[in-house]
């Protein structure tokens, strides 16, 4: 059984490159504004808001809020960003990184995240689904919903 694990290892480096090379393959126009986004998620290595991301210091000299939000919008439609959160003005971007899998808890009174530190019960089921139906590059996104400790 110990074959199902095998995205708990370390996870593969993915350079910025790599990441602009799937983006473009999938339509998107190589800006500076784009691998400067990219680079900023990939160094966070966490989730982050538009107005987070508007502010790095990568992005504030690139382009506005505006063109941010368009960016992140073209790559949550791409696959390449996830969007977490509850609503607009509070959603939360991160990279789905292939083999990379985090699931997050969240706040619904003050919209914090923080990544689920437990295993993911949902791994087995991932495998079983994909051997009975060959479906191939499967993945699943969990969130967790509830009222954290400071709100409770």
Not at 41 to 70: I, N, W, Y
Not at 138 to 144: K, N, R, V
């Amino acid at each position: 059984m110990a074959h199902h694990h095998h995205h708990h290892s370390k996870p593969a480096t993915v350079t910025v490159q790599d990441f602009i090379d799937r983006c473009r393959e999938a339509g998107l126009r190589r800006t500076k504004a784009l691998e400067e986004l990219i680079a900023t998620l990939l160094e966070s290595g966490r989730p982050m808001t538009l107005a987070e991301l508007a502010a790095s210091e990568r992005l504030a000299s690139q382009c506005d809020k505006a063109t941010v939000f368009r960016l992140l919008q073209r790559l949550t439609e791409k696959g390449f960003v996830r969007r977490l959160g509850l609503h607009e003005r509070a959603a939360y971007f991160t990279l789905l990184v292939p083999g990379r899998h985090q699931d997050y808890l969240i706040c619904t009174e003050c919209g914090t995240i923080e990544p689920v530190k437990a295993p993911c019960p949902v791994h087995e089921l991932e495998e079983e689904i994909r051997v009975k139906t060959g479906y191939k590059n499967l993945y699943h996104e969990l969130e967790f919903f509830g009222v954290c400790p400071k709100c409770a």
